[in-house]
């Protein structure tokens, strides 16, 4: 991180000892923050300003504990936040009326003046390593020092966390303060925004959004299965699933932005969901259809808004007797032996209403409430009254998050035709290539062996010697009346791919935007990323697009009238609509190239397209009706 802590100068203003003479607001009380860690910090941001809106009497400070093997990134988020930060060194010198944390491991100055210590999670769950001994520690219990000296406050999100103290730390006896939990009555209350969080994210009405969450640690979800959102977006349909991945703060602080993102490189070409460590892995859970979860907080969140879930790891340093252990024996466990997309959706068919709820009401307390009964408890120990002109404070919805994802920019596109064939007493339709015996050239890249992704394995052979492919003498059937169901999945990630009778798999790439330019060199079929002006341009384009990549069979692309272009090389340009909205070019050229293999040639006539596979559970996926009309031919 760019900030160091050399880099934290004593303050002057607005503690020190002349910060009067600079100060505009003339506090009556001093609170100062304990920012330890980052996971710490970003609770304690997420809760103060609702707890001291308006109040000037009340002089806050961030004080940076820099002993922490997780603070990295705290000190930057201080910064960016606009906090006043005072190095560690300066509290002894300062006379603080309260000092507030979400990290119980600090070590405070001798003095009178009480801590709040606010959860970082839900409640005591986990044993973690103790820095002070080679020991394991419950998480979140003050030191013993803290406790002798009655100065400790903790508060808790249930009665239960307070009997879970006392047995195990007696010393705890009446520093429990029940505040519920301010985190979870956020979510509930963004309930009713979740199409707007799911709108922000990409994630279309139709689709599915499975969220993987990770708490840190080699027993952690992401620690034991590093490659897990990669295998999600190998196998789950992109036009029907969309994959997000919450990590927790201390997996970024512990190793690094850069680490994580190149750990999950592949998965981030595919579209992968990555949400930050500070606030949006909060919108991201409301908007999740299905957790995948380990025993960290967010997968108990997730049980607390009744998403159906899953356990793919469980560590043994979860704490038994928890509410945490508790979904540990509820929840299915999601595991590698099995199909991915099988498993979700098992998942999701066998999920019952308030499965959870026993669970979640082992965990958390008086919903609703946790803001009021916190901003109460922090003015009783500053020893002020609470401000008289604002209502106590309320759980307000989430803001939307920003869309982490990078744009996809190549697929492996599995096609099934599954319409009968026309009879020879058909009609024969009318367009440039009706029905007929012909010499039409193969399509590249299959059938007369030039650059692709070959069937069945996940890998590029070389692009050939730029040539004309060779004809292929065959009775073809008209296109029209076909029905042909796509799956498409991110190539970067994409896993090997067999065909069988009616099922075919090509190679589809945006060339103006992959990098990996074997890719493009290989692709059967090449997309537009923006909509030509009219459809004389769209032409020009697919003309010099087959020409600058000779490898391909298809190049499409969308027009601004909301018709698709789609053109063959040595074949027929064909102008395609769809019976709602705009015609999608990636689907009108899978469907053209699908009925080329199935032996159609691109008459006239509609063509219905199914996104996703009609033998797996039906959940009303999309579909579209096009209709082609043959507009030219293409010789070169």
């Given amino acids: 991180m760019a900030a160091r802590i050399a880099d934290i100068p004593f303050l002057r203003v607005p503690v020190g000892d002349d910060a009067h003479r600079w100060s505009t607001f003339p506090g009556e009380r001093t609170l100062v923050v304990a920012a330890r860690t980052l996971t710490s910090t970003i609770r304690v941001l997420e809760v103060l300003p609702a707890l001291l809106r308006g109040d000037s009497r009340v002089t806050v400070v961030f004080a940076h504990d820099p002993t ?6 705290s000190l930057d988020l201080l910064h960016d936040s606009g906090c006043r930060v005072m190095p560690w060194g300066q509290l002894p010198h300062i006379a603080p009326d309260l000092i507030l944390s979400a990290s ?81 009555d956020e979510l509930l209350v963004s309930a009713d925004r979740r199409d707007d969080y799911r709108r922000v994210l990409g ?29 999600l977006l190998a196998e789950l349909p992109w036009d029907e699933y969309r994959v997000g991945l919450v990590l927790h703060p201390n997996v970024w602080s512990a190793h690094g932005a850069w680490h994580v993102r190149t750990l999950q490189a592949d998965a981030l070409d595919a579209g992968l969901l990555l949400m930050p460590p500070v606030h949006d892995w909060r919108p991201a859970l409301v908007a999740a259809d299905v957790v995948i979860g380990d025993h960290g907080s967010v997968t108990l969140y997730g049980a607390a808004l009744d998403k159906p879930l899953a356990l ?57 409430t946790a803001l009021a009964r916190l901003r109460t408890a922090l003015y009783d120990l500053l020893r002020l009254e609470p401000p008289t002109t604002a209502p106590p404070p309320g759980p307000l919805t989430l803001t939307v998050p920003e869309n982490p994802a990078t744009t996809v920019t190549a697929w492996m ?9 026309p009879t020879d007493t058909d009609p024969a339709p009318t367009g440039t290539d009706a029905g007929s015996t012909d010499t039409d050239p193969a399509p590249t890249g299959i059938d007369a062996g030039s650059a692709d992704i070959a069937p069945g394995a996940n890998r590029i052979n070389p692009a050939p010697t730029p040539t004309d492919p060779a004809p292929v003498s065959r009775t073809t059937a008209p296109v029209g009346r076909a029905t042909v169901d796509v799956r498409r999945f991110p190539c970067a990630v994409a896993a090997e791919l067999s065909e069988e009778a009616g099922t075919f798999v090509h190679l589809a790439v945006c060339p103006d935007r992959e990098r990996d330019r074997r890719l493009t060199e290989s692709a059967s079929v090449l997309l537009g990323s923006a909509p030509a002006p009219s459809s004389a341009d769209g032409l020009r384009w697919v003309r010099d697009t087959l020409a600058r990549w000779p490898g391909s069979l298809l190049a499409a692309t969308a027009l601004a009238s909301g018709e698709s272009l789609v ?32 032996g159609r040639t691109p008459g ?33």
């Fill in 604 to 636: 006239e006539g509609p063509v219905t397209v199914r996104i996703g596979d009609p033998r797996d559970e039906p959940r009303g996926l999309p579909s579209v009706r096009l209709t082609l009309r043959a507009v030219g031919h293409l010789d070169g």
């Fill in 413 to 421: 596109v599995v096609t099934h035709v599954t319409a009968p064939r």
């Fill in 104 to 184: 119980e491991n600090i070590e405070v100055p001798e003095g009178n003046c009480p801590v709040l210590v606010l959860p970082h999670g839900i409640g005591f769950q986990k044993y973690v390593p103790d820095s002070r001994s080679p020991r394991s520690r419950l998480s979140g219990v003050v030191p013993d020092t803290l406790l002798e000296a009655g100065r400790a406050w903790i508060a808790v999100s249930h009665p239960e966390q307070e009997r879970q103290l006392l047995a195990s730390h007696p010393r705890t006896a009446g520093h429990t303060l029940l505040v519920g939990d301010p985190c979870l």
């Fill in 68 to 73: 922490s093997a997780f603070g990295d990134g």
């Fill in 312 to 368: 793919a790891a469980y560590g043994n340093d979860a704490v038994p007797g928890t509410a945490g252990a508790d979904l540990a024996r509820t929840a299915p466990r999601f595991g590698p032996g099995r199909s991915a997309l099988r498993q979700i959706e098992d998942v999701i068919r066998t999920h019952e209403p308030d499965r959870y709820a026993s669970v979640a009401a082992r965990a958390f307390a008086e919903p609703g």
């Fill in 567 to 598: 053109g063959r090389r040595h074949g027929a340009a064909t102008l395609v609509s769809a019976d709602s909205g705009p015609a999608d070019p990636a689907f009108a050229a899978a469907a053209l190239y699908a009925c080329l293999r199935d």
């Fill in 203 to 231: 994630v279309a009405d139709h689709q599915r959004l499975v969220l993987v969450s990770s708490t840190w640690g080699p027993t952690s979800l992401i620690g034991r299965d590093p490659q897990l959102p990669a295998r």
